[in-house]
DNA sequence: GTGAAAGCGCTAACAG
DNA sequence: CTGTTAGCGCTTTCAC
């Protein structure tokens, strides 16, 4: 580890008021808008400030006021487009509030998600928003319980005195199913990651609530638990349209596991939605311009970012006090486009 | 805009010092674990810190050092993939060298892209990595020669004294077309996005270069430039592929316009690569798992995120004084795959 | 309305 | 080897 050099020293609030002739202390209450100022001091002070390009200096204002304006957000991984629309919609709320956001991959690695929590604290986060990749893990759960700033959960079950925001994923899950009962399928295979995490615990009770809201068992055979996150779906879907009985209907994650089983679905000659009806879990670009498009479960990326935001912003801003945890829920849209089609045998 | 209570205060440096019995100075030596201190104080030291839960100040330190241990890197939007992997790359890199990064979107907004820059000055950044959406704006151009730390910027042509990464897009692109030349195709299809920036100017140039060196005419109207960058690629590619003479080969840009060709094509009732040969300029993940699996043009973001962390953190710490700016060049690779096929007409 | 001064938590220089 | 001390640049009392 060399010995970083410091930066030459910039400007300080201290030659902008000796250039403008005033005390430091006024040069700071122009700067921060503090009223009670003279008209004449500002210009002066304000002249001076262009004249030096003088910039506040970010870490002494943290220091001084214990407060950074940063956001920690910590997510398994920006490469996810979920995340990664997520994370421009949270830093653009949180850029409008005068917040920067700094955001942390965890790659679903737990010593790194403690790691990255423990750098939110002692870079003084005013607030974090996360989305922890082990919800189990005694450690992480330990870390995550332990945070000392204002905090919001993401869609994860984790027993701990934070707010969450939580997705509707089961509610949502069952509307599509109900769907697709409707339209008579009876087989509905439905393909999802491996993770034991809150989406895929919710969305497996949103398929059997389906069958039992329509007073029908759900198909146990049909429900494919790929064996890893980035395993490719394609073996596995393909084994399942060969079977004697293959499912008519398919529900798959809208991840690269949606291009393995559109390829899947291609080879074995099948047609959307004549011969098989698909609903993506998750609303990728190109769903939409697919052909046909493609039925899609949607989570409305603005209102969580919003929703997290105000949450955050409600605790780091005083205006929530000590109350309760809070629990948000977004609703899970079902976006009905043209891969479903009526079970052949049974209109 | 409310008045943010400040934060309890925490745990600082002094009560370790006075937990332990020793000096302010004694603790801080442990803490950066300077040389020359006797066993017996670290121990004390160590032992009240765990006890009391110390950890460092991080705008204490920046204060006071003058750095900050933070990189900024201005993208034009994460949730293009290839920005997101390389944010990952990036951050990955940075951290084992003890440095967090700060991501800020620009979204090729020119005035954000300068508050984003003013905002890396405020905050002290000790290095920031760039790709300004706006080569060619005015007071961005000015924005980044102003910039008062190590800066590297990311495949782009801006004039200014910085170190660059750059990727050999036309060389990639030579390589590609050429070896479609060399399949007998003449009739080679160009999708490409409407910006004006580095990486689409290079590629026209290895496009054009690659008939040249074959001593063929450029055939100017398969060129298809969209219209905006979000535009749906989908009319714009069925309409090359309904002309009297079509393009018997196509490269196009591996983003969204990759599926709106992919579904033009398919609506054609063309098959790859008999049909059509087709390579995509840049190397999605579906693009492997695609059948047939797809040729692509691809830079190894590894091998973009390390030199780019070397560039820079030479300069944070002082390894390379203030020599002269440095371009390093990173190959675009040619991945064959299997959807090129001789030309028909030509075999 | 303005200036002087204290101190946020830390590091590094200096004296012992 | 250890303690003391002087600020880093800023905000915010408290007097005037």
Same sequence: chains 1, 2.
Avoid at 4 to 14: E, Y
Avoid at 232 to 243: C, G, H, K, N, T
């Amino acid at each position: 580890m060399a010995a970083p050099p410091p930066k030459p020293r910039s400007v300080s609030i201290r030659e902008v008021a000796a250039l403008a002739g005033v005390s430091l202390g006024s040069a700071s209450r122009v700067i921060n808008q503090v009223p009670g100022v003279s008209d004449n001091t500002r210009e002066r002070v304000m002249k001076a400030i262009t004249e030096l390009g003088y910039r506040p200096n970010h870490a002494a204002q943290a220091l001084r006021g214990r407060r950074s304006r940063t956001i920690g957000c910590m997510l398994t991984d920006v490469a996810n487009p979920l995340y990664a629309r997520l994370f421009r919609a949270v830093e653009s709320r949180f850029r409008e509030a005068g917040y920067v956001v700094l955001l942390a991959n965890s790659l679903n690695n737990p010593q790194w998600e403690i790691d990255i929590l423990e750098m939110f604290h002692s870079r003084g986060m005013d607030g974090v928003l996360i989305a922890p990749g082990n919800e189990r893990h005694a450690q992480v759960l330990a870390a995550v319980q332990a945070l000392e700033m204002p905090a919001v959960i993401l869609d994860r079950d984790i027993a701990c005195e934070h707010d969450r925001v939580q997705f509707e994923h089961a509610q949502g899950m069952q509307h599509a199913v109900s769907y697709l009962l409707g339209l008579g399928h009876r087989d509905i295979g439905l393909v999802i990651a491996p993770a034991h995490n809150r989406p895929m615990r919710r969305r497996l009770e949103g398929f059997q609530a389906a069958f039992r809201a329509a007073g029908l068992p759900a198909p146990k055979d049909f429900i494919v638990h790929l064996p890893g996150a980035m395993s490719p779906a394609f073996d596995a879907v393909s084994e399942l349209l060969q079977r004697p009985r293959r499912p008519t209907a398919l529900l798959t994650m809208g991840t690269s596991v949606l291009n393995d089983t559109l390829n899947a679905i291609h080879r074995q000659r099948l047609r959307i939605p004549q011969d098989i009806s698909l609903v993506s879990i998750g609303d990728p670009d190109f769903a939409r311009s697919y052909t046909p498009p493609l039925s899609a479960l949607r989570v409305d990326l603005d209102t969580v970012a919003s929703q997290s935001a105000r949450l955050l912003l409600d605790r780091i801003e005083g205006r929530q006090g000590v109350a309760e945890p809070r629990r948000v829920k977004v609703d899970v849209e079902f976006i009905v486009r043209q891969s479903c089609a009526p079970a052949s045998g049974a209109a």
